[in-house]
């Protein structure tokens, strides 16, 4: 199973709103995870079974979508989350596949 | 505290070989599925292995027969044995655990280990 993030970097301002898309290359349902990743540092889970939001990740960050297309929405960038998102399909558990990643810088 | 810590990266020659250890604590590691990732540098993370907790592993078909997985759960430890290395096997490896069910995602990750391939 492919994903295929867009897009794979952008540039936004902190108080935007920021979207980020996700599709698989065949149906995953809501098996879908997004992680954050800081440069020098390991991923970290923001939000499983494509909506759920892990414990302790504010409530800025939403995911929604289910089959191929999902989405990661951002309601207000802040400072700290600049940073390069993944999404990663389990449908296929064990056997896992991540998007390439999409970056967000500082405008 | 919750934590993975991975050893056992350095420099090897192609062809060579390498093993990698994790160490677990803060949690019964014997009930979690867990994984190895890497990252090349500038790229993308990539699955490089699984392991239940029953002991069945599983591989992508870029390192099948060259990586092996397994746990000691006596001693909280996971390793990935890597054989006949190759440059395109250089980069940061990470363990991460993977609650159950399996659609939670890798919730726990350690800080990673440096593999770097070359003559």
């Known amino acids: 199973i492919q994903l295929t993030q867009s897009p794979s970097s952008l540039s936004a301002s902190v108080g935007d709103r920021v979207t980020i898309t996700c599709r698989a290359s065949q149906g995953i349902s809501s098996y879908l995870a997004w992680y954050q990743q800081k440069p020098g540092k390991a991923p970290k889970l923001l939000i499983y079974?494509?909506?759920t939001l892990q414990s302790g990740v504010p409530s800025r960050f939403s995911g929604s979508g289910s089959g191929t297309d999902f989405t990661l929405t951002i309601s207000s960038l802040q400072p700290e989350d600049f940073a390069t998102y993944y999404c990663?399909?389990?449908?296929?558990?064990?056997?896992?596949?991540f998007g390439g990643g999409t970056k967000v810088e500082i405008k | 505290e919750v934590q993975l810590v991975e050893s056992g990266g350095g420099l090897v020659q192609p062809g060579g070989s390498l093993r990698l250890s994790c160490a677990a604590s803060?949690?019964?590691?014997?009930?979690?599925?867990m994984h190895w990732v890497r990252q090349a540098t500038g790229k993308g993370l990539e699955w490089v292995s699984a392991i239940g907790t029953a002991g069945d592993t599983y591989y992508p078909g870029s390192v099948k027969g060259r990586f092996t997985i397994s746990r000691e759960n006596a001693k909280n430890s996971l390793y990935l044995q890597m054989n006949s290395l190759r440059a395109g096997d250089t980069a940061v490896y990470y363990c991460a655990r993977a609650p159950s069910p399996y659609y939670y995602g890798m919730d726990v990750w350690g800080q990673g280990t440096t593999v770097t391939v070359s003559s």
């Open positions: 803060g949690f019964t590691f014997s009930s979690y599925d």
């Open positions: 990663q399909q389990l449908n296929s558990y064990p056997r896992l596949t």
């Open positions: 079974a494509a909506s």
